[in-house]
Antibody
Framework: QVQLVQSGAEVKKPGASVKVSCKASGYRFTSYGINWVRQAPGQGLEWMGRIITHNGYTNYAQNFQDRVTMTTDTSTSTAYMELRSLRSDDTAVYYC??????????????WGQGTLVTVSS | DIQMTQSPSSLSASVGDRVTITCRASQSIRINLNWYQQKQGKAPKLLIYAASSLQSGVPSKFSGSGSGTDFTLTISSLQPEDFATYYCQQTYSIPETFGQGTKVDIK
C-alpha cells in the first residue's frame, strides 16, 4: 500500500534552517510528483511547491521562492524540503503529498503524517 | 493567485442531515477542483477530484459538482465519522490554492 512517512518533529531558532524528509513506499517513486503543504496552528492549508521526481524539476509558490529547496533521492525514494531563514510564523505542520495527474488535473492523493516544525527563540 | 472562497466557514448539523458546502474561485478553473476532508490532528484525505470524480475507497455519500467558478460538495446523509473540516483546492494554476475550510460539527 502507498505510504509516505515523514521525519520527526523539529524545534528551531529564528534564522535557522530545517530539512524535512518524506520516504515513499508502495509505488514507483519516479512515476509521481511530491507536493509540500503546510498548516499553521489552527489555520488552513498552504501549498509550498512541488517536485517532479523523475527529473527534479520544481515549482515553488512565490511566498517561499527565496527560502525553500525541494529535492529527492531516488535511490531511497525519499523527498526532502528545506526551509531557510526560519521565522516564528513558519511554525506549522508540514505535509508531503503524492501528486497524481488524472485527466490533466493535479491531485494530492496520499499524504504523509505531517511534521511539526516549531520556531522559537 | 486564484482565490478560493468557501461557504459557510462552519456549520452545525445532525446525523442524517444532507450537507452542502460551496466553493467559489476568483476566476474560471474549469474542473481543476479537488475536495479534502481533514480530521483533528490528521492529514487531509482526498474525497473528490476533478470537481465530481469520487476518489477510490471514498463512500458514495460524498459527491461533487460544478465547473468554471462555482462548485459544491454534498454529503447525502451525515454520519458521526463525517464531522471534520473540508477544504476545496484549485490546481488550475500555480500556486495551487485552498479554500479557508468549512468546519462541520454536531448540532
Amino acid at each position: 500500500q502507498v505510504q509516505l512517512v515523514q521525519s520527526g518533529a523539529e524545534v528551531k531558532k529564528p534564522g535557522a534552517s530545517v530539512k524535512v524528509s518524506c520516504k515513499a513506499s508502495g509505488y514507483r517513486f519516479t512515476s509521481y510528483g511530491i507536493n509540500w503543504v503546510r498548516q499553521a496552528p489552527g489555520q488552513g492549508l498552504e501549498w509550498m511547491g512541488r517536485i517532479i521526481t523523475h527529473n527534479g524539476y520544481t515549482n515553488y509558490a512565490q511566498n517561499f521562492q527565496d527560502r525553500v529547496t525541494m529535492t529527492t533521492d531516488t535511490s531511497t525514494s525519499t523527498a526532502y524540503m528545506e526551509l531557510r531563514s526560519l521565522r516564528s510564523d513558519d511554525t506549522a505542520v508540514y505535509y508531503c503529498a503524492r501528486d497524481r495527474n488524472t485527466l490533466m488535473i493535479n491531485v494530492h492523493d496520499y499524504w504523509g503524517q505531517g511534521t511539526l516544525v516549531t520556531v522559537s527563540s | 493567485d486564484i482565490q478560493m472562497t468557501q461557504s459557510p466557514s462552519s456549520l452545525s448539523a445532525s446525523v442524517g442531515d444532507r450537507v452542502t458546502i460551496t466553493c467559489r474561485a476568483s476566476q474560471s478553473i474549469r474542473i481543476n477542483l479537488n475536495w479534502y476532508q481533514q480530521k483533528q490532528g490528521k492529514a487531509p484525505k482526498l474525497l473528490i477530484y476533478a470537481a465530481s470524480s469520487l476518489q477510490s475507497g471514498v463512500p458514495s455519500k460524498f459527491s461533487g459538482s460544478g465547473s468554471g467558478t462555482d462548485f459544491t460538495l454534498t454529503i447525502s446523509s451525515l454520519q458521526p465519522e463525517d464531522f471534520a473540516t473540508y477544504y476545496c483546492q484549485q490546481t488550475y494554476s500555480i500556486p495551487e490554492t485552498f479554500g479557508q475550510g468549512t468546519k462541520v460539527d454536531i448540532k
